[in-house]
């Protein structure tokens, strides 16, 4: 089966820079961006250039190696305080999704680790390439893993409802809760997709329409106010969904909009995953009060694709994300298999296996 997973490249190091797909500019045009700088990588972050927990974690590992290999010092102290100045720029891009410091921190322990040994500076520098480029090449096995572990728990012959984007996209390739739906129609499943546009971004209509579409996973697109009608309709199977940051105690975080469908899936019975790898479950937060949740530009509200369409003075409220209490959610799907509540235990053990 030829997959959008493998046509599309969501980010790629090569030895200009980091080329990524401009994630704004799609389903209308295909074009890819090179970042020659760290700091051209952090505004691409920022900027949304390159979204999605895991694919952000990427281009930060990507971006502090970037960073470390245009040093042209020669003293290990200056090296020190270069690499603290590139990984705080990346760290300050978007702060919800934990990937983001989880790969900075994997970037910096292996900083550490070779400054401690006394490695030459050149060795350094090709030793970080390396280790970003192995976390990318780690999340998209993740991907693929929890695909297997999720496919199991989708039920043929029905509708899967999805929020956002948390597909190829949103990930080094492959994708989080498409990848479930991805292997479910692997294994020959008849299902189809339910995406929920997703305003204000758009993230459902612009990028999961248009990855499924590639796909030909037949998808049906609805405006987020839809949820509650279709999932009384008795026609979806499950909800699966990604994650920007899971709480010790299994409270999600995900993108705006996922806890009105948590709430409405358990009124109407239906079950609601969250998909999504290891390095997006936090044990160092106890529970969801602790995320912190990004709070966005308001033109995203008053807007819809540069023509406003409030009057202007309004008041507005634009959070990226909401957090969803784990009693709302029926298991959480990792690369190391299927967490189910009590989370707490649970995720401890998947993180320590
Ligand atoms: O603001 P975004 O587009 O970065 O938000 C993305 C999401 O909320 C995704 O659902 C989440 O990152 C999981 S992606 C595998």
Redesign the pocket.
Known sequence: MNLAADTVKTLEWTPEGIVLID?RLLPHREEYRLCRTYLEVAEAIQT?VV??????GVAAAMGVALGIQASKTRDLNTLQTEFDQICNTLAAT?P??V?LFWAIRRMKKVFDDLLAQGAEIHDIQQRLQEEALAIQREDIEA?KAMGQHGASLVPGGKTVMT?????TL??AGY????GVIRSAVCLGKNIDVIALE?RP?L?GAR?TAWELQKDSIPTTLITDNMAGYFLHSGRIGCVV????RIAANGDV????G?YTVAVLAKENGVPFYV???LS?IDLSIPSGEAIPI?Q?PETEVTEIQGVRIAPAGVAVHNP??DVTPHVYVSAIITERGIATAPYEECLRRLKEK
């Not at 929020?163 to 597909?167: I, P, Q, S, W, Y």
């Not at 969904?241 to 920007?244: H, N, Q, T």
């Not at 975080?253 to 705006?256: E, F, Q, S």
């Open positions: 994630q949304m979204r999605g927990a895991p694919a952000i978007r919800t999704a990937n991907n929020v956002c984007n948390a597909g949103a990930t994708g989080t809760a498409l997703t971004f993230q990028l969904v990604g994650a920007d975080a995900n993108k705006i996922t998909a999504a790898p997006t990004e966005r990226a994300f």
